[in-house]
């Protein structure tokens, strides 16, 4: 069974620094590109970017890029978020999931994690 | 403002159909194959169709979803409570060299 199992809430204040996880089992872990999306309070689902475990070659979204990095560790199949100097406006869930398709164009995710609440505030 | 383009709310009555609409361009929908998730409050995101008009073991014939031009819908016929939900189109956007999503509809089962 393909699970992908997000590390727990995390409440932190601004300017400090946050990484969370995303485990993948059940699936061959590298061979899979994994997404992280985000939803702020009330707000739709947006698309952040995306890793391949692989190799850590990654594809952000122009509107994340340069505010979050994604790495992976292949050897412990787990994908991570990270923020250098976290915002309020960064609270949010954050789900990752697992990007089914062959190419890009065909574009889906087909496994999610549960999501991971993350809360700035002072 | 999302890339992609959806009604933010449609409502329809147990066991009627409804149809949910995702607007794009030649650069995502057009282009690119088209995905639709379903999501609860409270649950993570579930794929519900990919690559158009395909549906993930589990699914339901109930919904289908179909592409012309640079436009998707998503179908649902009897409607049941339980469909009551947050619906998003997701696909590639070749010119951004990224994933987008639409804005969401929130589905009402009257």
């Known amino acids: 069974e393909v699970q992908l199992v997000q590390s727990g809430a995390e409440v932190k204040k601004p300017g400090e620094s946050l990484k969370i996880s995303c485990k993948g089992s059940?699936?061959?872990?590298?061979?899979?590109?994994i997404g992280w999306v985000r939803q702020m309070p009330g707000k739709g689902l947006e698309w952040m970017g995306i890793?391949?475990?692989?190799?850590?070659?990654?594809r952000y979204s122009p509107s994340f890029q340069g505010q979050v990095t994604f790495s992976a560790d292949k050897s412990i199949s787990s994908a991570y978020l990270q923020w250098s100097s976290l915002k309020a406006s960064d609270t949010a869930m954050y789900y990752c999931?697992?990007?089914?398709?062959?190419?890009?164009?065909?574009?889906?995710?087909?496994?999610w994690g549960q999501g991971t609440l993350v809360t700035v505030s002072s | 403002q999302s890339v992609l383009t959806q009604p933010p709310s449609v409502s329809a009555a147990p066991g009627q159909k409804v149809t949910i609409s995702c607007s794009g361009s030649?650069?995502?929908?057009?282009?690119?194959?088209v995905s639709w998730y379903q999501h609860l409050p409270g649950t993570a995101p579930k794929l519900l169709i990919y690559?158009?008009?395909e549906r993930p073991s589990g699914i339901p014939d109930r919904f289908s979803g179909s592409k012309s031009g640079t436009s998707a819908t998503l179908g649902i016929t009897g409607l049941q409570t339980g469909d009551e939900a947050d619906y998003y189109c997701?696909?590639?956007?070749?010119?951004?060299?990224?994933?987008?999503f639409g804005g969401g509809t929130k589905l009402t089962v009257l």
């Open positions: 999931a697992r990007f089914g398709g062959s190419t890009f164009s065909h574009h889906y995710f087909d496994y």
């Open positions: 059940g699936y061959g872990f590298s061979s899979y590109w």
């Open positions: 890793i391949y475990p692989g190799d850590s070659n990654t």
């Open positions: 030649s650069s995502n929908v057009g282009n690119n194959y």
């Open positions: 690559d158009n008009n």
């Open positions: 997701g696909t590639w956007d070749s010119s951004l060299g990224a994933g987008v």
